[in-house]
């Protein structure tokens, strides 16, 4: 699965982004999408997931701000920030792979190595 993100960029506090991660794949509606960041220094951390079926979960650090979606139509996954933080600054990468157990998701949906295909990354900077 090749995933290609896009949309990062330097922003004011308070304002908005929306990042995009393509997918170049069929299998793309079988799969978990998640967003990731990574912060110069820090390990990288899970923001949000989408299931195939559209359930939504997020990190604390992205509730009530961030929100994720998809269009099957487009093979696209979206992650639209608002009211973005100096600590929301990082590369942010899409991730893919097919979902943890249910009995496991609360613990897994959030770890790297739940994920076998990448995006390269798109930085976003908040000042």
């Known amino acids: 699965v090749q995933l290609v993100e896009s949309g990062g960029g330097s922003v004011q506090a308070g304002g908005s982004l929306r990042l995009s991660c393509e997918a170049f794949d069929q299998a793309y509606d079988s799969y978990c999408m998640a967003w990731f960041r990574q912060a110069p220094g820090k390990e990288r951390e899970g923001v949000s997931v989408?299931?195939?079926?559209?359930?939504?979960t997020y990190a604390e650090s992205a509730k009530g701000r961030f929100t994720i979606s998809k269009d099957r139509a487009k093979n696209t996954l979206y992650l639209q920030m608002n009211n973005l933080k100096p600590e929301d600054t990082g590369m942010y990468y899409c991730a893919a792979d097919f979902c943890p157990s249910a009995a496991d998701f609360g613990r897994k949906w959030s770890r790297t190595r739940s994920y076998s295909y990448w995006g390269q990354g798109t930085q976003v900077t908040v000042s």
């Open positions: 989408i299931e195939p079926d559209g359930i939504k």
